[in-house]
């Protein structure tokens, strides 16, 4: 159910092609104009997983909507409210230092009638590790 999309063929040792692009400020770049151009590499701070892990993602942490705010459920909405299984793909600081995990998981409706993949970058302390034994610990 949760699978990773299928990489094409590569050589051994050739470098793997990330698929999420990084843009960069060009030179031309004006604060009335910004221009952007594809970058080659990633910024300093990126870390790439490679291979992937497997790992549980807390959408209660990562997606947390304002505590004070009360709505009605709405039955044709996206679940968060459930930990998922995601593949970690990287990690990046952010600008107070804590960890960002670059995470690809799964919604479901919440009739579990529509699902779609999702890669974003959530909290470290949402994201835990999966056991290699099978049984799941904090």
């Known amino acids: 159910m949760n ?9 051994p040792g050739e470098p793997r092609e990330p698929p999420w692009p990084w843009w960069q400020r ?3 770049s004006t604060p009335a104009r910004p221009v952007w151009r594809r970058a080659d590499g990633a910024p300093e701070g ?8 497997w790992v549980w993602v807390d959408l209660r942490a990562a997606l947390r909507k304002d505590a ?4 009605d459920d709405n039955p044709t909405g996206l679940q968060y409210r459930y930990e998922a299984k995601g593949l970690l793909r990287a ?11 670059l995470v690809t998981y799964q919604l479901l409706t919440a009739d579990l009638a529509w699902r ?16 290699r034994t099978g049984r799941e610990s904090r």
């Open 26 to 28: 060009d030179a031309s």
């Open 3 to 11: 699978q990773p999309a299928p990489q094409p063929q590569r050589e």
């Open 46 to 53: 990126f870390r790439p997983v490679d291979p992937p892990r």
């Open 91 to 101: 990690w990046m600081p952010s600008v107070d230092g804590a960890a960002l995990a």
């Open 68 to 71: 004070f705010t009360f709505t």
């Open 116 to 131: 779609t993949t999702v890669t974003a970058f959530v909290p470290a302390h949402s994201v835990r590790f999966r056991s």
